[in-house]
């Protein structure tokens, strides 16, 4: 069974710092591109940031590029995302996806606020 689990979620001041990191299980980790998406209230999902399946590769939205660093480590079957210079238009949920065999894999989410 797939299973995607985010953590590192929480209240942070705008200009902080979070990393969020995801755990997966059920599957051959390093077969799977990895995504991060995020979702704020009232709006639909957006694409986050990309990694690929080896980690050489990375892609990240406009809107988070120079802020955001997605990273994997295929040892550890984990997916991180260090988040800095944060903005309270950044809060959102965030969604840690796996791409594998033509379909996604969602985790649960974990929210990020940032708030003064």
């Known amino acids: 069974q797939v299973q995607l689990v985010e953590s590192g979620g929480g209240l942070v001041q705008p200009g902080g710092s979070l990393r969020l990191s995801c755990v997966v299980s059920g599957f051959t980790f390093s077969t799977a591109v990895m995504r991060w998406y995020r979702q704020a209230p009232g709006k639909e999902r957006e694409f986050v940031a990309y990694?690929?399946?080896?980690?050489?590769?990375?892609n990240y939205a406009v809107f988070v590029k120079g802020r955001f660093a997605i990273s994997r480590d295929n040892d550890k079957n984990t997916v991180n995302l260090q988040m800095s210079s944060l903005k309270p238009e950044d809060t959102a949920v965030y969604y840690c996806d796996a791409y594998m065999n033509n379909r996604d894999y969602w985790g649960q989410g974990t929210q990020v606020t940032v708030s003064s």
């Open positions: 990694i690929s399946r080896a980690g050489a590769i990375t």
